[in-house]
């Protein structure tokens, strides 16, 4: 049976798509983005702990540390390594505040 040309062509490329998937070596065109969200949510999270620098709003660092770390987390998906580390900076920095006001202050 003769396929056409296209059909040859998306038959090799999805044998080719399923053996990276297999070997974990397929990174799409998500890279570069999970690196820019991961970057904006350190970001949000960076401009949400200015008042929690505030004494009596420390504890807001309790909600503000788990997102910076889901924010690497999703940096970790990501093809580069800004955004995670901008992240991981954003919560060391957080968690910082938190153990100095011993976690309520």
């Known amino acids: 049976m003769n396929l056409p040309i ?7 490329y999805r044998l080719a798509l399923s053996r990276c ?3 974990g070596q397929y990174r799409g065109h998500d890279g570069p983005m999970l690196n820019i ?3 904006f949510i350190g970001l949000v ?10 004494p009596l709003l ?3 660092n309790w909600i503000l540390v788990p997102l910076a770390l889901f924010g690497a ?3 970790m998906i990501s ?17 910082l505040r938190l153990f100095l006001g011993g976690g309520i202050f």
């Open 6 to 12: 296209f059909a040859q062509m998306a038959s090799a």
């Open 21 to 23: 998937l297999a070997l």
């Open 37 to 39: 969200l991961s970057g």
């Open 45 to 54: 999270t960076l401009i949400l702990m200015i008042p929690a620098v505030i």
């Open 58 to 60: 420390g504890a807001l």
């Open 73 to 75: 987390l999703v940096g």
């Open 79 to 95: 093809s580069k390594n800004g955004g995670r580390n901008f992240c991981l900076i954003v919560a060391g920095f957080g968690a």
